[in-house]
């Protein structure tokens, strides 16, 4: 039988594999940072309806620049960061991980390397591999916060093509502050003029704010957003950038003609119309947040400080193995593969009451074997 590596493939994914968490019908699943409530009724109401007008149009095709949506998305991000934003700066594709990949097509490729900070978001890696850009791993302190110094020495080393930069950091939650991301775009712009992307995919969780007024007078720095998330609306595949408007212009060089739909247009312009509501439900998930981490630095574990709608937590000897225990209690949290830690999405109040009764009985299954070795 034929196998992946038996195909005439590209030799830097040879090896590799796919990106994706399991997938397990159990009663709790607090594993891939989803947000656990359904959209309201009046927005499923204002969607349906928004379709219905996209619809009677769809013997054409969308709106190739998608001006409305992204007219929406620069009000969004005037308002809740207070640094405007017009449509001229802000792009929006099928998800977060498309608006990085263009970003790689049009700044990155063969011959061209990027830079990441790990543990990190491991798609940057894999959508770099899948542009044929090296991909350089660069260092952390062992708190996970980004190592400044070294990142810097890392920049100059490699001169890389383009930099990111993830806050809040997933799998970690740490945020970023605005010092650091101004030394390693300073550091970048020292060694050659290169791209640098914040990836505020969580940032609507975070305690602290947006760092997207840095875009200012920074040509080449861009934030990346999703509707995933805050927006509650995964199914979506929503993501967008803002960046100078020359950034924009750029990325449609790469774009796939029509590639945002008519459907997910009318769909995003629906949830933008909602927002104040959406982002309540981002306050409730920050409350249970707090709470977990709170619960579960009272139950023993270690707790990395998080920004986003997930804790990571540990530390354990050994970390699948816990996994699988707490996977037992039909709990199903995210093996992320940080040695020694696991991660768990903030749920619905009674989802984490089921997750931190599933990890205090790991605890005291752990103390009752140490008592007895």
């Given amino acids: 039988m034929t196998g992946i590596d038996d195909l005439p493939i590209r030799d830097e994914l040879r090896g590799k594999s796919p990106y994706g968490a399991p997938q397990l019908d159990v009663p709790v699943r607090l594993n891939t940072n989803e947000n656990p409530y359904p959209l309201p009724e009046a927005l499923v109401d204002r969607i349906t309806e928004r379709v219905r007008e996209a619809a009677r149009g769809l013997n ?15 009000r969004y991000l005037t308002r809740t960061t207070g640094y405007e934003v017009g449509a001229a700066g802000v792009w929006a594709a099928n998800g977060s991980n498309e608006v990085i990949q263009q970003l790689l097509q049009t700044f990155a490729g ?37 190592d400044v110094a070294a990142a810097r020495e890392a920049v100059a ?26 030394a390693l ?34 040509p080449n720095l861009v934030v990346s957003r999703t509707m995933s ?11 967008y950038l803002a960046a100078d408007p020359a950034v924009v212009d750029a990325v449609q060089l790469v774009r796939l003609p029509y590639h ?24 409730q998930l920050k409350t249970e947040r707090d709470r977990l981490v709170a619960e579960l630095l ?8 998080s920004d986003a709608n997930f804790v990571q937590f ?60």
């Fill in 60 to 74: 054409r095709y969308p709106d190739r620049d998608a001006v409305e949506l992204r007219t929406e998305l620069g």
């Fill in 110 to 146: 063969p011959g061209r390397v990027a830079i990441g900070f790990e543990p990190s978001y491991s798609m940057h890696g894999l959508i770099s591999r899948g542009t044929g850009t090296a991909w350089i791993s660069g260092p952390r302190h062992a708190d996970f916060t980004i």
């Fill in 157 to 182: 080393e490699h001169r890389p093509d383009v930099v990111f930069i993830t806050s809040p950091n997933n799998p970690t939650g740490t945020a970023v502050d605005a010092e650091t991301v101004v």
């Fill in 185 to 218: 775009y300073d550091a970048a712009q020292a060694a050659k003029p290169s791209l640098v992307v914040v990836d505020e995919a969580y940032v609507e969780f975070s305690h602290r704010p947006s760092l997207l007024p840095l875009i200012e007078g920074r």
């Fill in 229 to 239: 998330k805050a927006f509650g609306a995964a199914g979506l595949r929503l993501g």
């Fill in 260 to 283: 945002l739909s008519a459907v997910t247009q009318a769909t995003a312009l629906a949830a933008l119309e909602h927002t104040d509501t959406l982002l309540g439900y981002v306050e």
């Fill in 298 to 305: 009272a139950i023993g574990y270690e707790v990395t400080e």
């Fill in 314 to 373: 540990g530390r354990f000897p050994d970390a699948h193995e816990a996994w699988r225990q707490i996977l037992d209690h039909g709990v199903l949290v995210r093996d992320n593969g940080v040695p020694g830690w696991l991660r768990v999405t903030a749920g619905t109040p009674e989802e984490n009451d089921a997750f931190l009764d599933a990890v205090r009985a790991l605890m005291k299954e752990r103390s009752k074997k140490e008592q007895s070795a």
